[in-house]
């Protein structure tokens, strides 16, 4: 039996689930490999201990794809929890600990040290900041629901304080434009004596 049909066989077993990845960075099908997905980063790294702990290798993944992509390409990549909590732009993002008003947040964010000229200029703003507090409410609370304390938004302060994204200790993946990111295992399964 393949490795293939190993991972298939073994997230069948544990009702886990597999996504198909190539080598190609560009999404082209070349050496086709099933890997590992799982809801939380815990998740993940017990898995990749049970597995080591039992003779098996196992590769830590980082996985991309592109709207269009049918396959995720795949990268090695060290997993670790707050993996997408950090930003390449931190002016556009926001700490939020689950203990917050979310009205709180929007107003530290969008009215902190700016300067209002216009009646016009005050409505504008608190209608993005109704806007930036409601979807705060809804993050903080699937926050609550992973047991976690303090999430990462990103936003984007030209669209309006549009909401991009969402990350917290234990986030997999995120989508952003036409670009999914998730995490992932590659497992190269010990040969048994049934094999």
Not at 132 to 154: G, H, K, L, P
Request: hydrophobic fraction near 35%; proline fraction near 2%.
């Amino acid at each position: 039996m393949n490795n293939n049909q190993k991972t298939i066989d073994y997230a069948d077993r544990y009702g886990m689930k597999t996504v198909e990845t190539t080598s190609e960075a560009s999404g082209y099908p070349r050496n086709l490999r099933h890997v590992l997905t799982f809801q939380t980063i815990t998740e993940l790294l017990n898995c990749s201990e049970e597995l080591t702990a039992e003779g098996h290798t196992v590769t830590e993944l980082l996985l991309h794809k592109r709207d269009g992509w049918q396959l995720w390409a795949r990268t090695r990549g060290s997993i670790e929890h707050g993996m997408f909590r950090r930003a390449s732009d931190n002016d556009w993002t926001i700490e939020v600990d689950a203990s917050e008003d979310p009205k709180d947040v929007a107003f530290r964010l969008l009215f902190d040290g700016v300067e209002l000229d216009s009646l016009d200029g005050i409505r504008g703003r608190l209608a993005a900041a109704d806007r930036f507090a409601e979807e705060v409410e809804n993050i903080i609370e699937a926050s609550r629901d992973n047991n976690c304390d303090e999430v990462t938004i990103f936003y984007d302060p030209d669209q309006n304080y549009r909401i991009d994204y969402w990350a917290d200790n234990d986030t997999v993946g995120y989508s952003y434009d036409t670009h999914a990111y998730e995490v992932a295992l590659m497992v190269d399964w010990k040969e048994d004596d049934n094999d």
